[in-house]
């Protein structure tokens, strides 16, 4: 069974840097399309990055580009996102999704991130 784990959150004061992890295990991360989102309350989930299963960047977030960037690490099984600059738009809670065509989509359980002074 697949799941995720995200870590990495937590309070940073505008400008500042965070870096989240997501591990992946049960499977491998190299069969997945890979993606962070985030949501604040009373909003939708939105994405910020993504990567096929291929490492691709196939979508990155105009809010958030220039700041953030997203990797993969395949011998850790695990994806991050760098975030630099960061505004307090930036707070929400984050999430790791995992997709494989004919498996399905998983979800991480979220890590907060706060930017405030």
């Known amino acids: 069974q697949v799941q995720l784990v995200e870590s990495g959150g937590g309070l940073v004061q505008p400008g500042g840097s965070l870096r989240l992890s997501c591990v992946l295990s049960g499977s491998l991360l190299r069969f997945y399309t890979m993606g962070w989102y985030r949501q604040v309350p009373g909003k939708e989930r939105e994405p910020v990055a993504i990567r096929d299963s291929d490492g691709i960047l196939t979508f990155m977030s105009e809010s958030v580009k220039g700041r953030f960037a997203m990797t993969r690490d395949t011998a850790k099984n695990s994806a991050l996102l760098q975030m630099n600059s960061l505004k307090s738009e930036d707070t929400a809670v984050y999430y790791c999704?995992?997709?494989?065509?004919?498996?399905?989509?998983?979800w991480g359980q979220g890590t907060q991130v706060t930017v405030s002074s």
């Open positions: 999704n995992a997709l494989r065509i004919g498996e399905g989509s998983y």
